[in-house]
């Protein structure tokens, strides 16, 4: 069974930085797109950043420059690294892979940004 485990999150300054991980665990094959999305009350779920198995990756206009998403594929990680936080950042962030051309989401990891 496939279980992805968030870790990372918290509450920091603005211009502070975290670093989000996601942990992929019961895959037996290769993980194609590993991503990030975020949900802010009120708000619907959108995409943060998202990178395939070879590297390519893609950001929300609102992160680029200030995040950095990467992956180890020999330890089924992504990680999310944040910096220049801004109180808009505020949000739970999740974590989704593409699997099997399937899609799994992790349980959320809160994150506060405060002014």
């Known amino acids: 069974q496939v279980q992805l485990v968030e870790s990372g999150g918290g509450l920091v300054q603005a211009g502070g930085s975290l670093r989000l991980s996601c942990a992929a665990s019961?895959?037996?094959?290769?993980?194609?797109?590993m991503g990030w999305y975020r949900q802010a009350p009120g708000k619907q779920r959108e995409l943060v950043a998202s990178?395939?198995?070879?590297?390519?990756?893609n950001y929300a206009d609102s992160v680029k420059g200030r995040f950095t998403i990467s992956r180890d594929n020999a330890k089924n990680t992504v990680y999310l690294q944040m910096n220049s936080l801004k109180p808009e950042d505020t949000a739970v962030y999740y974590c989704?892979?593409?699997?099997?051309?399937?899609?799994?989401w992790g349980r959320g990891t809160q994150v506060a940004v405060s002014s």
């Open positions: 989704n892979i593409n699997y099997l051309s399937r899609g799994y």
């Open positions: 019961g895959t037996t094959f290769s993980i194609n797109t």
């Open positions: 990178i395939t198995r070879g590297g390519s990756t």
